[in-house]
T-cell receptor, first 114, second 116 residues
Framework: AQSVTQLDSQVPVFEEAPVELRCNYS??????LFWYVQYPNQGLQLLLK??????LVESINGFEAEFNKSQTSFHLRKPSVHISDTAEYFC????????????FGTGTQLKVEL | DTAVSQTPKYLVTQMGNDKSIKCEQN?????MYWYKQDSKKFLKIMFS???????INETVPNRFSPKSPDKAHLNLHINSLELGDSAVYFC???????????????FGSGTRLTVV
């Protein structure tokens, strides 16, 4: 079984500042890793994913995450945040064995302030 | 067109009642899910169906019964509602196998259930 830990429940940051949202996972098998974003009163949307290959993955809106196998981490970063990035961010993991089940972390509320 | 639609969006009901939440997807996906998001935003899978067949059934009280009449629909019926059932319930869909991870899940916008 897999598990995901997001240590920070809330991260306040000023606009145009950099941000890092932390995610650590636990698994006895190879994993796929994901970040999903949830805007207020909406469902979750896939932000980016690591399946294989380059350990640094990027989204179209400037976020990036790096898979670090030795530290079992998949932290999400953005060099300069915008007010519109205010949302809940969920890290998720799935094993590579063919099952469809995603296990989510408890989420990190990113609040961008002026 | 909404890809994954859930109805109702809000549901307020008394303890002991029976209620249903409906979910429909028009993406042609063959796998559908129900997730429960509690007041602390923790998301936990409840059920998953693939082509109308139950494939994931987590530890959920048997008052919760999913029904999938076809692969585009997955409904959730809850009997004898309790205060602890108050949560946001999300429906999601995906393609089976590797497409699940290449494309990710597509979530509905949620049903906020409040039991009073």
């Amino acid at each position: 079984a897999q598990s995901v830990t997001q240590l920070d429940s809330q991260v306040p940051v000023f606009e145009e500042a950099p941000v890092e949202l932390r995610c650590n996972y636990s698994s006895s098998v190879s994993v796929y890793l994901f970040w999903y974003v949830q805007y207020p009163n909406q469902g979750l949307q896939l932000l980016l994913k690591y399946l294989s290959g380059s350990t640094l993955v990027e989204s179209i809106n400037g976020f990036e995450a790096e898979f670090n196998k030795s530290q079992t981490s998949f932290h999400l970063r953005k060099p300069s945040v915008h007010i519109s990035d205010t949302a809940e961010y969920f890290c998720a993991v799935s094993d590579t064995g063919g099952g469809n089940k995603l296990t989510f972390g408890t989420g990190t509320q990113l609040k961008v302030e002026l | 067109d909404t890809a994954v639609s859930q109805t109702p969006k809000y549901l307020v009901t008394q303890m002991g009642n029976d209620k249903s939440i409906k979910c429909e997807q028009n993406l042609g996906h063959d796998t559908m899910y129900w997730y429960k998001q509690d007041s602390k935003k923790f998301l936990k899978i409840m059920f998953s169906y693939n082509n109308k067949e139950l494939i994931i059934n987590e530890t959920v009280p048997n008052r919760f019964s999913p029904k999938s009449p076809d692969k585009a629909h997955l409904n959730l019926h809850i009997n004898s509602l309790e205060l602890g059932d108050s949560a946001v319930y999300f429906c999601a869909s995906s393609q089976q196998g590797d497409r699940t991870f290449l494309d990710g899940y597509t979530f509905g916008s949620g049903t906020r259930l409040t039991v009073v």
